[in-house]
Structures are given as C-alpha cells and as structure tokens.
C-alpha cells in the first residue's frame, strides 16, 4: 500500500525508525474500525438529536470535534510506554512529553478552524435537508478529494482506483435520484435550497482539508509518528471546537441547552447521552481519517467515507424504520464493489513491487 504520499512521509523519517509491516497493517485495522464506528455512528446519532426535537444547529457541529480531550487517553498510554522504554539504569536522557512542533501546532490550528466552519455547514444543512439528500452531497466529497489531491500532492491515480471513484459516484448519484420533491413540511423553499448549498460546500471544503492534511504530513520537516498524528488531531479538534464554541456563546446555545433537554422527545437524561455518545463517535471518525491520510494517502480516507455512506442508510432503516428503496440497494452494493476494486488495485500494486524487487533470484 505504499503511495506516494506516504513516500514523502518517509523521507522525512530517515532518522526515525521505520515501522514494521504488521504494526502498519494493525494501524490500518484500527483507523478502518474507527472510521467506520465514527462514519456511520456520527451521523446516525446526529439525526436522533434533530429527529427528537434538537434544534441548534451550533451545538450540534461543536459535537462534531468536541470530543477532541479523548485523544489525551491513547497519548497518555504512548507516553507511558516511552517513559518505561527510555528509562534505564545509566540512561537520564529526557522523554519527551509532545513532539508537535510550532510550524506543525500553527498548521493544525489553521485546518482545525477550516474544519470547524465545514462543521458547522454540514450540521446546518442537516437540519433542512431529508438524510437522502444529504448524503447524495455529502458523498460527492469524494470527487472533491480526488480533484484536489491531484492538484496539492500530486496523488497518482490507476485503472483500479478510477474505477472505484466511478463507482462510488454513481452510487452517490443513483442514492439521491428517487428524492425529486424530498421537501420536509416543516422546511421552506429557501431553507432547502439554503441546507442544499451549505451541504454541498461542507463536502467540497471537506475534500480540500483531506489533502492539507497529506501536505502538512509530507511537509513538517520531521519524522511523523503515529503519536504525533494524534497529537495533531487533538490541536485542530481543539481550534475547531473553540471555532463552535464562539458560535455558541454568539447564539446563546449553552444556555438554551438546559431548557432543550427538558423537551427532548428521549427523555432529559438520554438527551445528554445522546449528546455525549455523537461526540465521542464524531471523534473516533476524525481519529480513524487522518491515521488512514497518515498509514496509506488522502484518496483511500475519501473512498471508505463514500463507502459508509449506504451504509448509514441501511443502519437508518435498522434503526429509524425508514424505508429501503431499490435505489439504496442498488447504491450499496456499487460502494461495496468500488471498495473492492480499490483494495484489489492496491493488491496488484504491492506485489508488482515485490515481483520487481526480486529480479535476480527470479533470474537465478
């Protein structure tokens, strides 16, 4: 799965030490697991905060990235473990408590506003837009990706990884096709049409972050580890949520929130579950995508979102008791057929690696 990408990383890594294949593979496991808890769970929990009487939209993107202090779990564990490693008798070296830089801290601080306002875009159109519609946006942040990872890092394309972008479009375009007049009653015309375009610019911004994110990795002038990736999610997760915070104190959310949970259709007590559970599952997606950015490139994070997509749907009829169209089951299994296209190509990839990297005991 080596990419360019994830080239550039390494050559900014010549001091550090070069991770081993099966740690790398169980990196991939985890950040594919998070991804998928955080790509399917965030919007389904975001849609029982609306569908049960939530309103602010402000409050809902905060939940997006304010789960960002989790993060200090997973980097107190890796510290713990460089602490027990470096300390030996005859060794009074100093560990190091970060290894984020102040190029790398002001980078992050600038994508966590960026990702901040695509939060809130997302969040506001959500709360005018039917889930079919906003996923059918949503998902063209895959196309966004693929375009400007082409421009900012140069992301190389094959036969195979065409394919799966074409795939997952017309699944996107196929999901969306059977909403032609999807207005909620209670949602003027220019409320749609206002969560329409808000949705799709959360998607296009989102598509443009994905690859900053490569481009911070492959210019920081130090080794990237998975420790510092974290350490950069919880710097922009924490510029993002003080981005919302101020639209919250602006629109008085905080003290709207008491009043809201009173009504809440759940009950008081399960409307801060609800509230605590959709920032923790928004946390484990924004975790799971930039360690996949970090472990394979930026194109691979856009194809499993666009993946998730159907999936949602599907856990929406589960859940929500909605009805599954013929459409959805036609999306679904164009997205699980781009998925495997993909991973098929990165297949053929590696081993035409090895196969060139063998030439002379092929030869022998």
């Known amino acids: 799965m080596d990419v360019e990408g994830q080239n550039s990383n390494h050559q900014n890594q010549d001091a550090a030490p070069q991770m081993s294949k099966g740690l790398r593979r169980a990196l991939i496991v985890l950040n594919c697991v998070l991804m998928a808890l955080g790509n399917t769970g965030g919007p389904l929990l ?9 309103k602010r939209q402000w409050l809902s993107s905060w939940l997006e990235t304010g789960g960002w202090p989790f993060i200090f779990v997973p980097l107190l564990i890796t510290y713990l473990h460089r602490r027990r490693h470096q300390i030996r008798p005859g060794h009074i070296h100093p560990i190091k408590l970060f290894f984020i830089t102040p190029r790398l801290f002001l980078a992050c601080a600038f994508l966590g506003l960026v990702t901040g306002l695509d939060d809130f875009l997302y969040a506001y159109g959500l709360a005018f837009l039917p889930v079919s519609t906003s996923s059918l946006l949503v998902s ?20 195979y990884s065409i394919n799966s972008v074409a795939l997952l479009t017309v699944g996107a375009v196929i999901l ?6 999807d207005r909620p009653d209670n949602v003027t ?7 329409f375009i808000l949705t799709l610019g959360a998607a296009a911004l989102y598509g443009l972050i994905l690859p900053l994110v490569e481009l911070m990795y492959s210019k920081s002038k130090q080794a990237i580890t998975y420790t510092l990736v974290m350490e950069m999610q919880l710097v922009m997760g924490f510029f993002a949520t003080a981005f919302c915070t101020v639209g919250m104190l602006v629109n008085k959310d ?25 920032a923790v599952f928004w946390q484990f997606f924004f975790l799971g995508t930039v360690g996949i950015i970090f472990c ?21 009829v589960v859940f929500f008791k909605e009805n599954f169209s013929s459409e959805k089951g036609v ?17 053929r990839q590696e081993k035409d690696k090895k196969d060139k ?6 030869g022998a």
């Open 46 to 54: 975001l849609r029982l905060y609306f569908r049960s009487g939530g």
């Open 331 to 347: 999306a679904l299994g164009l997205s699980l057929w781009g998925l495997a296209s993909y991973s098929y190509g990165e297949y």
């Open 140 to 159: 063209t942040q895959l196309a966004f990706t693929a375009f400007f990872a082409f421009l900012i890092v140069k992301q190389k394309f094959t036969p």
């Open 176 to 181: 969306g096709l059977h909403v032609s007049s």
């Open 296 to 316: 394979v490139n930026t194109l691979l994070a856009g194809i499993l979102i666009a993946v998730f997509i159907p999936v949602t749907e599907v856990l929406g």
């Open 254 to 278: 905080f003290q709207a929130i008491p009043r809201e949970a009173r009504h809440f259709e759940l009950g008081e007590f399960r409307y801060y579950v609800v509230l605590v559970w959709n």
């Open 357 to 362: 990297a063998t030439p002379s005991d092929q």
């Open 189 to 195: 015309r220019g409320q749609y049409y206002l969560g």
